[in-house]
């Protein structure tokens, strides 16, 4: 006789487990992209915009140059170079209509505008680093719905500098060399009357820095002893004025800011001499003279640590 047993039927195929709840519990990961429009939005753990995976956030290629000589064994290398980075973002979207998921699209593409740029803010448990970049592609979504509720999409970013910062807040800090102790401050700025102090670049790399130089002094001059270079302003600063000089590489500038707030181009002012450093990684000794008015004055130096990955 034949078994008259017959196969269980399957189990239909439903949403992945993370898809069905509106939240999962216990693993912290948040997109948070703005717009230079100001338009923002957050993708993360739960619906609407729930985020799967964002890949490119780690490491990233490097461009090598070699040469090599005549009868060298080997090469040699003479300069190391990061690419961009480019980043991808998956996701679903969740609507309980139809006409619902066509507004979390539209919010989406309106948001995520290749004509605008804007920055990442990526959070990893208790890491949270931000990122400039430009979107390549627009969201893209699946033609074909998980179910009724669901539907999937991607959208690729590249970032022209490769480099995470820390996200941090200006923070002054009035610090007196000799006889009195250091308040705390964040470890991303500081300023100084008197005349050496030793920051530390938690870093991978080199990091620009922005200096506040605040009158009255005349021929201010800040000198890192680590790299053995300096920036000096060959001009005398009143009370009330501030000069700004910013290092990052394709942003060099140098303001003038009077009493009043008003801003002009001030590059003119600054000594041929001069070198727009860096903080290397790790420590850094500060050095601040002028030619006058060096009790009164007051420089700030602020920076945000660079990371190659996460």
Sequence with gaps: MRNSKRKPK????TCPTILRGE??????EKVVYENDRGQSLVIEHAFPFFLQKIEGVDGTSASITKTKGIGQDGTTISNVTLRDRPLAIFGSIKGETKEELATLRAQLLEVFNPKVRGWIQYEYGDIVRQIRCQIEEAPVFSKKLRSF??????????A???YWIGKTDD???AAWIGGLSFPLSFPMSFSVRGKQ?????DGNVDTPVVIDFYGPATNPKIINLTTDQFVRVKRELLEGEKLTISTEYGRKK????????????AMHYIDLASEFWSLEPGKNSLLYEADAGEEQAKVKVKW????VGI
């Design 149 to 158: 509720k669901y539907q999937d999409f991607v959208i690729n970013l590249i």
């Design 10 to 13: 399957s189990k239909p195929k």
């Design 304 to 307: 945000k640590n660079r990371y």
């Design 254 to 265: 140098v303001d003038l800011i009077d009493s009043e707030g008003v801003a002009t181009n």
């Design 23 to 28: 939240k999962v519990e216990g693993r912290h």
């Design 197 to 201: 102090i030793s920051v530390t670049n």
């Design 171 to 173: 923070a002054e800090m």
């Design 160 to 162: 022209p500098i490769p």
